[in-house]
């Protein structure tokens, strides 16, 4: 999301709130074009972080109230104008600026990035310009790189849109976040949400995060292992709300391949593209030929066993002994597992730059097995006895598709005012008409979660923020 500067460097109003540099700053500000639902509310003020040394010279106390961070928007809900102060930290990574950098050497000095960071590890880039060149390692823009390490550890400050970030560790053929493609947002966002798709979640990625600590008035890195992710959550986005500013966050990439294909019809997808995957766990493993498939193939082996003694010499499959192997699959690259998923969201989600919306607008609901049976029970008592509910095992619960309870009950496609349940997917809440209000968007949510509460007993909650 990109910010057109303001024609204020400190509005009239709130000129002392800007102590050593000029911070851009909005009073009455628009929020339009800063929120993906497009609603059409205004901020008392809003303020764009340029640097990350801005953070302590801001007298938090002397700005309108209360103070909230923004992101991209992608994940709010605007209710109202809001009466406070809209901060978004607007620094981002030159990305373009960290090509080619992963190969072998030696570590050389330390950068102000995570204490954390192994010694045989990569870590690129805090606000500085970053690796360009294997053998120049330059530690005052807070990088450094290493050896023999497979981990490569990027530390890309917190306005980075999250998606260039995964272009990014795709084009340098780094695995770990190709799954999140095409989520909307920045990077500072994807730790308080715990972003997720297609299998994978931002905390399996997350190394580090360095935010500015208002209550206590400094710069703390904190370990993921501390706040709390779940589905769709954090400890930002509960007890610790509002008290950090996340300014960077340090992603553990991976050199060596780990695909994980297994969910939301990857693998499928990557069949119709010619790529020769079995089902089966996700292995790099691939068969031409029979057999029972490479449940035992570990992963980040190219190539699959099959029955036989297997491949131990990749340059010879051996069809005689039941094992073959694909050159396709060893060709199977963050890339094209990218662009698979740029593909199947694509067809089924709203485009952001076209149609308003902030994803999916409720968080699917985990219940009971006996609760989940009478559901199951009610289901094939209205669509026949062969009907399958679709559901997920979280342990001893059932995890049920928000979405597949909307459309049961009558939703897809439905319409109040400018606002309507999305049509190829119905866990979306979109601005159809562009003009859509708060209160509409809030309408139809309120009857969804009224007809789905009465007919299954399920309470829905909004994985969207209301603000
Ligand atoms: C079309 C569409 C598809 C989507 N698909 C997915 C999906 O597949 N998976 C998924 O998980 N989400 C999805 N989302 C939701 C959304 O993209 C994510 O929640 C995203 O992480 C929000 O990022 P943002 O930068 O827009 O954050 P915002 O919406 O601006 O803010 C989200 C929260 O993060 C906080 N925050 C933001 N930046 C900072 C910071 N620097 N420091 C401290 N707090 C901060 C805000 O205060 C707020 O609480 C989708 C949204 C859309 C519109």
């Known amino acids: 999301m990109s910010f057109t500067p303001g024609i204020f460097a400190g509005s009239k109003m709130y000129n002392n709130l800007i ?31 340029e640097a990350e040394e801005e953070l302590p010279a ?14 991209g928007g992608s994940n709010l809900l605007f209710t109202k104008d809001f009466p406070g102060t809209v901060l978004h930290y607007g620094v981002s990574t030159a990305l373009d600026q960290v090509q080619g950098s992963f190969g072998p050497g030696a570590i050389s000095g330390a950068g102000p990035g995570p204490s954390s960071v192994p010694l045989n590890a990569l870590e690129a880039t805090v606000g500085g310009l970053g690796p360009k060149g294997k053998n120049t390692p ?26 260039d970030f995964c272009a990014w560790a795709a084009s340098e053929g780094l695995w770990g976040p190709e799954n999140l493609s095409l989520i909307p947002g920045e990077c500072g966002a994807s730790a ?37 992710y779940g589905y769709r ?23 060596t391949p780990q695909p994980r294909l297994d969910y939301g019809g990857l693998r499928k997808a990557l069949n119709l593209k010619g790529l020769d995957l079995v ?18 193939v570990p992963q980040n082996t190219p190539g699959a066993i099959v029955g036989g003694p297997g491949p131990g010499d990749k340059k010879t499959p051996r069809p005689e002994s039941g094992w073959t192997w ?36 409720f968080c699917n609901p985990v219940i009971s097995k006996e609760h989940f049976e009478r559901i199951v029970a009610m289901a094939k008592a209205e669509n026949g006895p062969d009907y399958s509910v679709p559901h997920f095992e979280v342990g001893d619960q059932i995890k049920v598709p928000a979405a597949w309870m909307i459309e049961q009950c009558g939703f897809k496609g439905k319409r109040l005012g400018g606002a309507q ?41 909004p994985e969207v923020e209301h603000v």
């Open 19 to 49: 102590v050593r540099r000029l911070m851009k700053t909005l009073a009455n500000y628009d929020l339009s074009g800063r929120n993906t639902f497009r609603m059409k509310v205004r901020c008392a003020l809003y303020v764009e972080i």
């Open 58 to 71: 801001l007298d938090f106390s002397a700005l309108p109230q209360p103070v909230m961070v923004m992101g």
């Open 138 to 163: 330059r530690p005052e823009c807070g990088w450094t790189w290493s050896t023999e390490g497979y981990s490569v550890l990027v530390t890309i400050a917190a306005g980075t849109v999250f998606d």
């Open 192 to 228: 308080v949400q715990n972003i997720g798709a297609y299998g994978v979640e931002a905390k399996d990625i997350i190394a580090d995060i360095r935010a500015w600590d208002r209550r206590e008035g400094r710069f703390v890195y904190i370990d993921p292992a501390n706040c709390a």
């Open 233 to 255: 959550t954090s400890k930002f986005k509960t007890e610790w709300k509002g008290r950090f500013i996340i300014t960077a966050v340090t992603y553990r990439l991976s050199r």
């Open 279 to 296: 089902h089966g766990k996700s292995g790099l493993g691939a068969i031409s030929g029979g057999g029972p498939g490479p449940g035992s």
């Open 326 to 361: 694909s050159k396709e699959v060893e060709s199977l690259t963050p890339k094209i597992i990218r662009q698979t998923i740029i593909d199947i969201r694509n067809a089924k989600l709203p485009d952001p730059a076209v149609t308003g919306s902030a994803g999916s607008f």
């Open 421 to 461: 349940v999305y049509q190829n997917q119905p866990l979306v809440i979109v601005n159809a008409s562009g003009e859509a209000t708060p209160e509409e968007i809030i309408g139809l949510e309120t009857q969804i979660i009224r007809t789905i509460e009465s007919k299954y007993g399920i309470t829905l909650h």
